[in-house]
């Protein structure tokens, strides 16, 4: 992040223009609208910047730019068609400390001006850092559709509500839970709906038929998926945002980790081979003990919690012990690496079946139903099963699958480190021993990989070689 996100406050404050254009009329009327006194230096106007001169809503300086324009302004804004002019203004702001922004050049300057969602008094203000002010513009009309007009209805009606709660509501985690419920309750759709009387009542009678919430909380576990955040669902991103303690591991993706609130607690619980942060059972426990203290707990896991992500054994510890709580599935490793490796897990002419396995290695032993795993007609994915590779190849040719089999490793699928490695069942060890791939990797075994030429689509940022397209051989990446 280049940029410090801010909002500045210039109520009534001098702001500086120097130009008298198009491009000028539009900084002045964002600052006009944050109620700054607007000063203009610029030899002529534009016609609406000269009418707006005219009825006083601005003080005009007819001449060119000089240094000296600079004393006892809070704000800078360079807007001529003249890169030295503009220069000239940003180099002597700059060496004053006074904030400049020039148009159409921000590295001159040392602020930009982001696409701003007006819900007064909720603001929302959208910036690529100078990179794309168009795509700020496509992102802010976005979001212009996904916030209500009534959000600033909304935080007015909470703005004149908020003494009362705090002295009503002492504990600041309990007061926040209040206005979590308020502000995605009955009260905002009232407002939503042009019923601003009935919402107030509403919450006059909330703040009074209001209990102490001590005592239990609630536990979500909820899938964060494969890697990529836009793969989260909907009701995973609401809870994320209402935790207060986020309990996570491993295999959570940086970036989906980033979802979650700023302000909430994080407790890493990962689980490494011979190194494990808790155990399990710990885990179970801690679930159950943070949500008796009152919290509402998010524990967060890579793929889906209940395919290899033990998130029955959680759930049962915490239904034992009579703690409320939700699961929300997530897009599990198999299907979004698959999906993003372009390998199909079924397909009518190679895959009529599907199975996913732990390859997890125990007391360095593999119990699996080999036979099972070795028919034809088949696609098997193997979770967890790098370090168990060679067995692995081993056993499915000992028990009847072909060592020119199709096989596949995909590496940190869906994300931009993801890299797919190709070649066959026999030489798949040896690939993995040259390439040496990054946890967490899924083994895909099946006719299916095949396909992996033909549809693979999605092309990581830093990895060329991700969709390239020759033939499926022993030890090719792809």
């Known amino acids: 992040m280049r940029h410090l996100p801010i909002f500045f406050d210039i109520n009534q404050e001098v702001c500086l223009v120097v130009g008298g254009g198009e491009i000028a009329l539009r900084k002045v009327s964002l600052l006009r609208r944050a109620g700054a006194r607007v000063r203009i230096v610029a030899p002529t106007l534009c016609a609406a910047l000269a009418q707006m001169a005219a009825s006083k809503e601005l003080e005009h300086i ?3 730019y000089r240094e000296s324009d600079l004393d006892d302004v809070a704000l800078v804004i360079a807007a001529t068609n ?3 002019v503009n220069r000239a203004v940003a180099q002597a702001a700059r060496g ?8 159409d050049d921000p590295s001159e300057g040392n602020f930009i001006m982001p696409s701003v969602i007006d819900r007064s008094p909720v603001v929302a203000a959208v910036s690529t850092g100078g990179a794309s002010p168009v795509l700020a513009r496509l992102i802010r009309a976005r979001l212009e559709s996904l916030i209500p007009a009534g959000y600033g209805r909304l935080a007015e009606l909470a703005s004149r509500f908020r003494e009362r709660v705090k ?4 504990d600041p985690d309990e007061r926040r839970r209040f206005w979590d419920r308020i502000l995605q309750g009955g009260v905002a759709e009232r407002v939503f709906s042009g019923h601003m009387d009935e919402a107030e009542v509403l919450l006059e009678r909330e703040l009074q038929d209001h209990r102490s919430e001590e005592g239990m909380g ?3 576990l909820v899938g964060g998926g494969p890697g990529d955040p836009d793969l989260l669902t909907f009701r995973a991103l609401r809870l994320m945002q209402q935790a207060d303690v986020v309990v996570y591991d491993r295999l959570v993706a940086k970036a989906v980790l980033d979802m979650t609130r700023r302000d909430a607690r994080r407790i890493y619980v990962g689980k490494e081979r011979d190194n494990h942060a808790m155990r399990q059972e710990e885990i179970n426990q801690l679930l159950a003990d943070l949500a008796k203290e009152g919290h509402r707990v998010l524990r967060l896991k890579g793929g889906d919690p209940f395919i290899f992500g033990r998130g029955g054994e959680e759930i049962d510890t915490l239904a034992e012990q009579g703690v409320p709580f939700q699961v929300v599935p997530g897009i599990t490793a198999a299907a979004g690496c698959a999906s993003y490796a372009g390998i199909p897990l079924t397909h009518r002419d190679y895959a009529q079946s599907v199975t996913f396995v732990t390859g997890h290695l125990k007391d360095n032993s593999m119990n699996l139903n080999w036979t099972q795993l070795a028919q034809p007609a088949q696609t098997v994915v193997f979770y967890m ?3 168990g590779l060679p067995v692995i190849s081993r056993e499915l040719q000992a028990h009847g699958l072909p060592g020119d089999t199709p096989a596949a490793l995909v ?3 869906t994300t931009h480190q993801q890299r797919v490695f190709t070649s066959t069942l026999a030489e798949l060890p040896t690939v993995a021993e040259r390439e040496q791939p990054k946890p967490p990797t899924l083994i ?3 006719e299916v990989v095949r396909l992996h030429e033909k549809l693979s689509w999605y092309r990581a940022p830093e990895h060329s070689e991700q969709g390239a397209t020759s033939p499926i051989e022993p030890g090719t990446v792809l």
Do not use: C, M, S
């Open 62 to 64: 007819a001449r060119h």
């Open 82 to 84: 003249d890169a030295a």
């Open 96 to 103: 004053r400390r006074i904030p400049v922004n020039v148009v």
């Open 167 to 170: 002295r009503t509501i002492l």
């Open 218 to 220: 609630e536990v979500y």
């Open 385 to 387: 099963g790098l370090k």
């Open 411 to 413: 590496q940190q699928g």
């Open 444 to 446: 895909i075994v099946g």
